[in-house]
């Protein structure tokens, strides 16, 4: 290689409410949870002999830290200086995990394309922007069902729909880049489950003790839709004494509050395509993000198409590296023409 030719390292970032991956061209990919904690008090910081935690590690050591997740119904948390500095902690780390931060990528120039909702990639695009300087040297901002349709090579006659935590964003791929009326973006997502489905356990069991924490694993191991195949129950404090309950009803009503919107908003964009094309796209409906995972959410989609001529849809298999890893392919594709410049 001469020796003026900076080595580049391209990293593709699948920035979420609930947990934010990177894939690297050295191969390298990791997914963190989104949350990032500083220690509230003295006592805390000598606990944790640390100034900032991040993923996981904050989500377990949460009673000792100011925890903030950066992401909230698709939009970057902005206001305060925290907030700020949590969305920069999270990419810094996430760089970090595969050696692309300022600290250990010497000399290489990194490029990173970035997913983002949609909603995000309207409102906060300058947040982000602003979030990046100093950490990486171009940038590229995405709609995350973009990456992911992107990443699978999905480009023509698709529709990709991200169910994820704090949005579920649609888009139709036309084999162009999306445009604005191409993509949807809705708040009704995975967090909205959990919350119907608190109030909903709160109502029926009104002495029962539990966290938000405990109702997401709860639904992420035994979430559906449509006539329940087993009884779904759970083991909660009542007055102190572990109690089993039984959370069935509760659980798929709060599952299949989604139905309705993400099936009106797939059908209505549908027929905004092209009609010649239409049945094409029909075909091709496309289920990422965690949310996807819903047991028979997929199979309850493509029962909505059959009212408008049929179709067939498909819950990704890889539904965590998807998006960041459609970053990377992107970051790799894209001519230096498409790259922001971002200053030191
Ligand atoms: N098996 C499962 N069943 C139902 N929900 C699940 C399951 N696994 C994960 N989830 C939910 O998926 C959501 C996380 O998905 P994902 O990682 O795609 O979201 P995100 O990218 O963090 O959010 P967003 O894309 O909205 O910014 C959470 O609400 C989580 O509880
Ligand atoms: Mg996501």
Redesign the pocket.
Known sequence: MSQNKQEVLNVGI???????SISASTGDRHVVE?YVGWPVDMVARKVLKREVLIGRDALDNRPMLELHRP?ER?LIKEGSERDDQAVRELLRHLLSLVGADPESRGDTKVRAVVG??AAALRVNKQNLRNAMKGLVDNLIIVS?PFAVAYGLEELLHTMVI????????FCVMNGRLPREDDQRTLTT???S??ELLTTAIREHYPDARFSIHMV?EW???Q?FVGEPKKPVKVSVPVAGRPTEIDITQEMRSA?ESLLAPVSETMIDLLSRVEPEYQAKVRQNVIL????????GFGAKLQEELQEIGGGRVRVVKD??YV?SDGGLTMAVDAPESDWEKLPA
Not at 14 to 20: A, E, K, V, Y
Not at 162 to 169: E, H, I
């Open positions: 699948d920035l979420g409410t609930s947990r934010s989104s992401l698709g983002v909702p995350e991200d169910l994820g935590a704090g949005t579920t964003d997502a995975g967090d489950v959990d997401r639904k992420e191991s979430s599952c990422s993000g965690g949310t996807a995972l819903i047991g539904p965590i998006g």
